[in-house]
């Protein structure tokens, strides 16, 4: 700006002029910027916070169920009023076990069951489960009828949900599910201490269920543990010989440089598109079996697959060069200094990748859609060829549910999720932590 | 360690890929209309706890369409042996079906969905059209030939026979299967009759486009989505005595005493008008059967057998408290005569 001639003149008189940097206005954008990074951090974490807040608030109570341990007395006039069970045992299987509990109830109560209006009380207030959980004890051990023991029952949903105060009990009797008359006898058995609540198991070990009481997310859990770990046994060798030849050995050619561009392109696919592909190749092609955690597995696999091979290539290419250099140059084949050393040094980075991608494939539906595992499973899968479902598609179908106790157990299905996602990612942190090598 | 888990993924894929043509499949498979899914899930989960020698069998959700393509794959252990379906089988998809080799089909009538509109006991008579539900409920109507944005208010601007109500509707929400029929057999046909449909496809609109517009609900909270039960909806008509609800055929008829019901097109809805077909907003509910499978799934019968019982869609069932409208008394004995007897299609 100024010409030489005066700017001579400045040094020669005293300080050196100040030239103008922009200090005050560049501290300033500093301090903007702070802000705006505080901000979006925070706005992050409020999210985070009001979602926890959301599904914990609800879903807490699903953990816990409300049972009432009732004198059941297998009356054999109830269970086999013709006497038939030495000639024809299936009529032990279809007696009316629910009015064994019905009566026990009734008569916990003091209360005379005799007309239909009262029947529906009761049946309204027990669950439909009694069914199958006393017939297991007479099919178990026949000699039981005559005699009287003592059985927890399940109650129903509503009067679960009464008992956990989420039903409003000041609204008209005629606006709720359950009547003047079931809420007495719930507080009555409650102060006498038969009706209680107690830690949820069916939750994690009944199937899929219509009624919200016995509904539980055992399928969904073998599910979804199952098509892991045939992710893991697939995804991982594949996925970690792929990238150590593409990196390792592979010529760097046209060729190459174009499955690399795939590789890259596939991680991007939407999940759904995975789905049609297992679809036609698994299912109707290979002829596995429909809504199979095997072909859930394997079509998970395909969408890992891309994740791990990427974080592979990743891991290796941070190995430094002078490990292979050296071991190459103490006389070890490539395939000894892949194995010797750039592998071990290079696991960290691949298992965390891979539990990464596992986590990913673990909240996966929309492929499963397609292969039949969006769907209603009661029985356990015993093998992985069994028709199953996994823990987000139990979600979905409960939040689809119109009854009421369903909402709870629906939160606390996402808060299972989230404990094995979290547990997930934890892993991935420890060993990282453990096995980083830095140099 | 490398050398096990390498042994081991071996055997798994050699596991997953031999697999396939050896296992025998013990379990009924189930797919398709997601309005009959509560139902189908209530039988299957009775079916298997009341035979123990049968596994429960397995129902897929994804809708109508869905289920009967799956159904029409073919004939095999890997294909499905019943579509649930809330529209009769199109002779499009039967045809697509014989192609791949499921020729004979075997259809049942469960039952039939029915929604009503009922208001509080103590207001008048009313007598509704789907024009006038359209008019009142749709997002856009159609004013001097054009669609606009519904400026409608109260009930008597849509029909001077209504009741000059504030216009207060408490629909099934969008996750309901019920919901369906409301678009159907309401909005779409009130919007043809109103001539929304022609106006939407003058303004440019393609067919799919009209449609959507057609059945596109308000949303200035006139038109209130229910997601809970019908009894979430009584309690607003209960708190809004100007309300109009809608329920299923069942529920109104165990709250008559609070609810008066509406008639359309002039027929009051009853189990015998829905039955008859006469009342506008039903429709039958299905399932299709594969009759080649039947013998070879283990079960197949005993579960379409024990769905036909009385005691699964009779009038006093579980289904029927669920919301199913049950068929009279002689259709659900020639229902199950049909099957009995192999009746295809």
């Given at each position: 700006m100024t010409d030489i001639a005066s700017s001579g003149t400045l040094i020669d008189a005293k300080a050196p002029p100040r030239r103008d940097i922009g200090l005050k206005r560049r501290y300033a954008a500093e301090r903007r910027f702070r802000i705006y990074g505080i901000l979006a951090v925070s706005v992050g974490l409020v999210f985070l916070a009001v979602m926890l807040f959301s599904i914990i608030s609800q879903g807490y109570t699903a953990f816990s169920q409300t049972a009432v341990t009732l004198p059941i007395t297998f009356d054999p006039a109830v269970i086999d009023p013709k006497n038939e069970r030495e000639s024809d045992p299936t009529k032990l299987q279809t007696a009316n076990y629910p009015a064994l509990a019905q009566k026990a109830l009734a008569e916990k109560l003091g209360f005379a069951a005799n007309d239909r209006a009262a029947t529906r009380q009761l049946r309204g207030f027990l669950s439909d489960t009694s069914r199958v959980q006393l017939r297991d004890i007479v099919m178990a051990?026949?000699?039981?009828?005559g005699t009287t023991r003592d059985v927890e029952i399940l109650t129903s949903a509503n009067i679960d949900s009464a008992f956990k105060g989420q039903?409003?009990?000041?609204?008209?009797?005629?606006?709720?599910?359950?009547s003047d008359q079931q809420v007495g006898w719930m507080r009555k058995l409650s102060e006498e201490g038969a009706l209680a609540t107690r830690f949820n198991t069916g939750l994690f070990t009944n199937g899929a269920s219509s009624r919200p009481e016995s509904a539980g997310m055992g399928v969904a859990i073998v599910g979804s543990f199952y098509m892991m770990l045939i992710v893991l046994l697939v995804a991982l060798p594949v996925g970690v010989a792929a990238s150590i030849y593409l990196e390792e050995f592979a010529p760097k050619t046209k060729f190459t440089d174009l499955i690399e561009v795939n590789i890259n392109n596939l991680a991007a696919v939407p999940s759904i598109v995975f789905g049609l592909l297992g679809l036609a190749v698994f299912v109707n092609f290979f002829g596995l079996p429909r809504s199979a955690s095997v072909v859930g597995g394997l079509v998970l696999t395909l969408m890992t697959l891309p994740t791990i091979i990427i974080a592979t290539r990743a891991a290796l290419v941070a190995v430094p060069p002078s490990i292979r250099s050296a071991a190459l140059g103490l006389g070890a084949s490539r395939m000894q200094m892949v194995f010797h050393h750039v592998l071990p040094l290079a696991m960290p980075g691949i298992l965390t990748g891979t539990i990464i991608g596992l986590a990913r494939a673990l909240g996966e539906t929309a492929p499963l859609l397609l292969i039949g595992m969006v769907a209603f499973v009661a029985d356990i899968p015993s093998t992985p060829l069994d028709p199953a479902t996994a823990l987000p598609v139990q979600i979905y179908m409960w939040a689809n549910e119109a009854e009421r106790a369903f909402v709870e157990r629906l939160s606390g299905a996402i808060i299972i999720l989230l404990i094995f996602l979290m547990a997930m990612n934890l892993t991935a942190i420890i060993l990282r932590r453990k096995f980083e090598r830095r140099w | 360690m490398k050398s096990t888990l390498l042994g081991a993924s071996v055997a798994a894929l050699a596991i997953a890929l031999s697999a396939g043509a050896a296992s025998a499949r013990d379990q009924i498979q189930v797919a398709g209309s997601s309005t009959v899914l509560p139902y189908a899930k209530i039988v299957a989960e009775t079916f298997g706890e009341t035979f123990n020698n049968f596994k429960t069998p397995v129902v897929e959700s994804g809708g109508s369409g869905a289920g009967i393509k799956e159904f029409c794959r073919?004939?095999?252990?890997?294909?499905?042996?019943i579509a649930n379906s809330s529209r009769p089988i199109k002779s499009t998809e039967v045809e697509s079906c014989k192609a791949a080799g499921v020729t004979d089909i075997q259809e049942v009538k469960i039952g039939y969905d029915g929604i009503v509109f009922a208001t509080d006991i103590a207001g008048p008579d009313w007598a509704l059209k789907p024009e006038d539900i359209y008019k009142a409920l749709a997002a856009q109507v159609v004013v001097d030939g054009k669609l606009v944005a519904n400026p409608n208010t109260k009930w008597n601007q849509v029909?001077?026979?209504?009741?000059?109500w504030d216009i207060a509707a408490y629909i099934p929400g969008e996750k309901h299967g019920t919901r369906e029929v409301f678009e159907e057999k309401l909005l779409h046909k009130g919007c043809e009759a109103a001539g929304g449909l022609e106006a939407a496809k003058a303004g440019g609109l393609d067919e799919k486009a009209a449609n959507a517009a057609c059945i596109a609900v308000r949303k200035d909270g006139k038109a209130v989505d229910i997601d809970g039960d019908y009894s979430e909806t009584l309690a607003r008509i209960a708190s809004n005595k100007t309300g109009v609800g809608v329920f299923g055929l069942a529920f109104y008829e165990n709250n008559a005493d609070k609810l008066k019901v509406a008639t359309v097109d002039g027929i009051t809805p009853s189990v015998d008008t829905i039955a008859k077909g006469e009342y506008p907003v039903s429709r039958p509910l299905f399932f299709y059967v594969k009759k080649a499978h039947l013998g070879v799934i283990p079960g197949l019968k005993e579960y379409v057998d024990f769905f036909l019982d009385d005691q699964m869609i009779g009038p006093d069932s579980p289904l029927a408290e669920y919301g199913l409208v049950s068929a009279p008394d002689a259709e659900r004995e020639e229902q199950r005569k049909a099957f009995d007897s192999g009746k295809t299609m």
């Open positions: 051990d026949p000699s039981v009828i039903i409003d009990l000041d609204v008209p009797e005629a606006n709720r599910k359950v | 073919g004939v095999g252990e890997n294909t499905i042996d029909n001077s026979a209504l009741p000059d």
